[in-house]
């Protein structure tokens, strides 16, 4: 305890001072845990294993693009859950998690997303009311997932503390607070309905790989895999690149009435910070492509 709360102290000290100019703090969208030696079956059986014992949910898993070679766990536990609930402005976002597992011959590189880059981004200046419980959250995922022999490295980016907060790829593109609005419902119980159906039956391409429901909130998440062949993750996730596959599945939020999801020139670029402009237009359909999937599974 002693610990966590030295921890909590020291990030927030750093706050303080970034806020005053006083250091820079830079973040990175994941962190490599390590190299697991066999096979992807036995690498996400081993971090599912730890994830529970440390008091972790387990609520989804998938191959994206039906690639065997990659693999994807989500989880959340019920701290997560209450705290992503108090941003009520889609907060509940970051309330699923995401571990990676990409084949490498007869080695798995793991990975997962960097939950303090994830709260800072979808939390925006919020942050800094749940600094000590989200802390202790990164802390937590942190020590469940140091499984391996070498330390867990950043990777995928930089970003300044001040940029992840305010995120934009560049001026005139998208950001946090400029989702996409998929339908308004009559009811949260019509739109929990309509996009649950549709989901059972695969509609555009798609496959449901967990749902966060809280129905006193009247709030739900659902993560949803783009199994098109032609334009889904197959195509996308080649080209932008595979080791980030912890940034999948992506998302449609239902908040009362209304259902609504991250603009990709938004998502794609916050979970990819470091593509370059040249590989960005190689997918310049797709953010059309996952709106209009999106907007189908709401109908």
């Known amino acids: 305890m002693k610990h966590l709360k030295l921890f909590t102290l020291i990030s927030f000290c750093l706050i303080v001072l970034q806020s005053a100019g006083s250091t820079k703090i ?9 190299i697991f030696q066999g096979t992807i079956a036995d690498a996400q059986q081993q971090v599912e294993t730890a994830l529970t014992s440390a008091g972790f949910q ?3 898993k998938y191959q994206p693009e039906g690639n065997m070679g990659l693999s994807v766990v989500v989880f959340t536990s019920e701290e997560i859950k209450s705290t992503c609930l108090n941003v009520k402005d889609r907060g509940a976002l970051a309330a ?4 990676g597992f990409v084949a490498k011959g007869k080695q798995v ?27 202790g959250i ?10 391996y022999s070498t330390p867990a490295t950043a990777f995928g980016g930089k970003v300044e503390l001040d940029d992840v907060r305010e995120y934009q790829y560049m001026m005139g593109m998208e950001e946090f607070t400029d989702p996409v609005e998929l339908n308004e419902f009559a009811s949260f119980e019509e739109g929990l309905a309509t996009i649950t159906k549709n989901l059972a039956a695969q509609k555009g391409g798609t496959v449901k790989v967990y749902e966060l429901v809280f129905e006193s909130e009247k709030v739900a998440v659902f993560g949803i895999g ?7 993750e197959a195509f996308f996730l080649p080209v932008i690149g595979e080791a980030h596959v912890a940034a999948m599945p992506y998302e449609i939020i239902l908040q009362g009435t209304e259902a609504t999801m991250l603009h990709g020139r938004y998502r794609i670029a916050l979970h990819w910070p470091d593509l370059t402009m040249g590989t960005f237009t190689k997918i310049i359909s797709t953010p059309g492509y996952i709106e209009d999937t999106m907007e189908a599974l709401c109908k």
């Open 26 to 34: 830079e973040l990175s969208p994941y962190f490599k845990a390590g």
């Open 58 to 60: 387990v609520i989804g």
């Open 96 to 99: 699923a998690l995401k571990v």
């Open 109 to 135: 590189e793991v990975s997962y997303i960097n939950p303090e880059y994830l709260f800072n981004a979808y939390f925006m200046d919020e942050y800094v009311k749940y600094v000590e419980a989200l802390a």
């Open 138 to 147: 990164s802390k937590k995922v942190k020590e469940t997932l140091n499984l």
């Open 226 to 232: 783009l199994t098109d062949k032609k334009n889904g």
